[in-house]
């Protein structure tokens, strides 16, 4: 176990940080995160993709196959 | 979410014909649209389950190879990702993501699910599902930054 958190390096801090997000604690409120820029811009970076996330894989139709495949499968399903 | 178009329409098939077979059983204890997005997810559960990603454990299942986890890159303030980030990029990276990680980043981040609704559609902790989405994000980062060319980092 390491002492201060406020000591920790920021190998340490990264080391134990999905365990501490699984744990549910808030980690940008960690004291190591407060007194540490670099910590702190991994989390501003990894919330940026999870921001980018919301614009991906917009929804696709199926083709018209797929409709016609669906359709001739039910009707093989309910012989 | 398969990350291929075929499979995707083989799996969209088998959805309608689960619908059809499981309609039935439907009580309107959930929204309807919420319970055929169960079903749907179920259906690829199922296929990553063939294609061996076992859910039972997994824990296991879904963490990578010591070489293949993701990197900690401890610093290198310079390199950051604000702004925009490509669309394009993000999307490669993300099918490049092991069937594990891809799973659960998508559920999150891309569709909008809990961390409950994931522990128990994946049957894992919620920690699990926080941690594992956690080092999803860290590896696309990874992968982002390995997209950028040194001349573009500089």
């Keep these: ?79 | 979410m398969v990350g291929n178009v075929a499979e995707a329409e083989d799996l969209t098939q088998e959805a309608f014909l689960q619908l059809h077979r499981k309609i039935a059983t439907f009580r309107g204890d959930s929204a309807f649209s919420t319970w055929l997005h169960r079903l749907a997810i179920n259906v690829v559960l199922m296929q990553l389950r063939k294609k061996g990603l076992s859910l039972i454990s997994l824990d296991e299942a879904m963490e990578p190879a010591p070489d293949e986890g993701p990197s900690r890159s401890f610093g290198a303030p310079d390199l950051t990702l604000t702004g925009a980030i490509d669309r394009l990029a993000l999307e490669r990276a993300v099918a490049d993501l092991p069937a594990g990680y891809r799973l659960i980043f998508i559920l999150h981040d891309v569709e909008g699910f809990e961390h409950n609704e994931i522990a128990s559609m994946l049957d894992c902790s919620i920690g699990n599902s926080k941690s594992q989405l956690h080092k999803a994000r860290l590896k696309l980062r990874d992968a982002l930054r390995a997209q950028t060319s040194p001349e573009e980092r500089s």
Excluded: N, Y
């Excluded at chain 1, 980018?52 to 009707?75: G, N």
């Design chain 1, 1 to 79: 176990m390491t002492g201060d958190p406020r000591k920790m390096s920021c190998a340490e801090f990264q080391a134990q940080l999905s365990e501490l997000i699984g744990s549910g604690e808030d980690v940008a409120a960690h004291p190591h995160v407060q007194g540490c820029d670099r910590c702190r811009a991994l989390l501003a970076e990894l919330e940026t993709i999870a921001e980018a996330a919301r614009q991906l894989f917009p929804s696709v139709e199926p083709p018209d196959e797929v409709w016609t495949q669906i359709e001739s499968a039910l009707k093989q399903e309910e012989k």
